[in-house]
Structure formats: structure tokens, C-alpha cells
């Protein structure tokens, strides 16, 4: 979702920010990134991995600098191990029994070299 209007971080959860939440046309939200949660171990891993990349190559593709998100704390360690440049936007806070955290990407030139190198990178088109 754009952030030049209203989206789930800055409306609902931006005291997870140190700061303001990024705003600006080339910064999207993407916390709805979900998983279907009855998928085996490892066809959620080839989905997610193909998910990242087309977000990451998505983002190269039309400009986008950076995405925010908000994560359960274990969601953001696995996202900082996909390798790209991953970094909290303020400390995890609790709310209502889960530990979550405010994220921001960044998506530049060498983006799918670091995700390749972590082992994400999937070129394998998306089926139909």
C-alpha cells in the first residue's frame, strides 16, 4: 500500500516508530505479507522465498525505495536473515500477547544479489 495515505502502520501502530513513519511515494507498506499456514515446511519456504523476490524485483521495477511493515518478533529475525537491508524503526513492544516491531527495507541496485546470496532469491515464474 502507498504511504502517502492512510495505511496499518502509521494508523493504527505508529508508536512501534521512534520517528514518524516514512511517508512518500516511493515507500509502499507490505504488512500483509501472509503465508498460507497450511502449507508444509518446505512449500512455505519455496512460496515465501518466490514472494520476496517478486516484492524485491516489484520495488526495482517501479522505483519503490523502501517498504515498512510491521512483524511478530520472530517473522522479523527470519526477515533480517533474507539479507537484504533490513532495520527496526523503533524497539518491539508488546500488544495483546504478541511482541511486534516497525520495519523498513530498503530495495536498491544490489537487492537480489544479497537475497541470492542469503539463499532467497527464486527466478522461477510465478504460476498462472
Known sequence: MPTQRPHI???FYARLCDAPPPRGG?????TRFCLDRNLRAAERRVVRNRLVTAIAEHALENRISRYVAIAEMNW?????AFGWQCRPLG????????????LEIEMGA?????????????Q???AA
Do not use: K
Not at 516511493?26 to 507490505?30: A, G, R, S
Not at 522479523?76 to 533480517?80: D, E, G, M, N, Y
Not at 524497539?91 to 516497525?102: K, R, T
Open 110 to 122: 544490489d537487492t537480489l544479489d544479497r537475497l541470492a546470496e542469503a539463499g532467497i532469491y527464486d
Open 26 to 30: 516511493d515507500i509502499f507498506e507490505i
Open 91 to 102: 524497539a518491539p513492544q508488546w500488544h495483546e500477547g504478541s511482541l511486534l516491531v516497525a
Open 9 to 11: 502502520l502509521d494508523s
Open 124 to 126: 522461477a515464474p510465478m
Open 76 to 80: 522479523f529475525q527470519q526477515i533480517l
